[in-house]
T-cell receptor, first 110, second 114 residues
């Protein structure tokens, strides 16, 4: 099982749609989780951390299921500017490093 | 506030030539520093990380090396580049002593080895 696995993409959605990204991780001892966004040919940027109780930031909602080792990101009311690749990131337990999933590309069309 | 600077932004180098990429962080002390590489169409691969001056951990055996001569300076080097070294190189920092802290990336260096 890969350390961090994400839905293959790309996801093509119309403006205003709700889209969900899923991610699974293999190390049950991992404690910290994040979603990053990467625009084409740019560096990844932190979108949000993922907390055990779930957390929301505007149109974005992140959830964590430790029992299933599963993380999700929900984007409501998609905007054209949401088009990017979304990376699931998991702490490499016991080390000062993070492991990145390969990412899922989102294309929001008018 | 903290900032991270990485240069150059773009680099074209012939096979067998040396490489030196530099990264500096401002506005924080004793950060963890990282070098990642992203090959075309692939995920981010951790190359090196450092939790302090002179402390370098290598994740992937290869012809690259890293050094941390100062607290907030991280350098990626190679004596002889290979075609397979082409990619998008990203420097990043996180809070030292804070396991599970998010990474903050520099703008990246796009390296093409010809």
């Amino acid at each position: 099982r890969k350390e961090v696995e994400q839905d293959p993409g790309p996801f093509n959605v119309p403006e205003g749609a709700t889209v969900a990204f899923n991610c699974t991780y293999s190390n049950s001892a991992s404690q910290s989780f994040f979603w990053y966004r990467q625009d084409c040919r740019k560096e990844p940027k932190l979108l949000m951390s993922v907390y055990s109780s779930g957390n929301e930031d505007g149109r974005f909602t992140a959830q964590l299921n430790r029992a299933s080792q599963y993380i999700s990101l929900l984007i409501r009311d998609s905007k054209l500017s949401d088009s990017a690749t979304y990376l699931c990131v998991v702490e490499h337990s016991g080390y000062s490093t993070l492991t990145f999933g390969k990412g899922t590309m989102l294309l929001v069309s008018p | 506030s903290q900032t991270i600077h990485q240069w150059p932004a773009t680099l074209v180098q012939p096979v067998g030539s040396p490489l030196s990429l530099e990264c500096t962080v401002e506005g924080t002390s004793n950060p963890n520093l990282y070098w990642y590489r992203q090959a075309a169409g692939r995920g981010l691969q951790l190359l090196f990380y450092s939790v302090g001056i002179g402390q370098i951990s290598s994740e992937v055996p290869q012809n690259l090396s890293a050094s941390r001569p100062q607290d907030r300076q991280f350098i990626l080097s190679s004596k002889k580049l290979l075609l397979s070294d082409s990619g998008f190189y990203l420097c990043a920092w996180s809070v030292g002593q804070g396991q599970g802290s998010p990474l903050h990336f520099g703008n990246g260096t796009r390296l093409t080895v010809t």
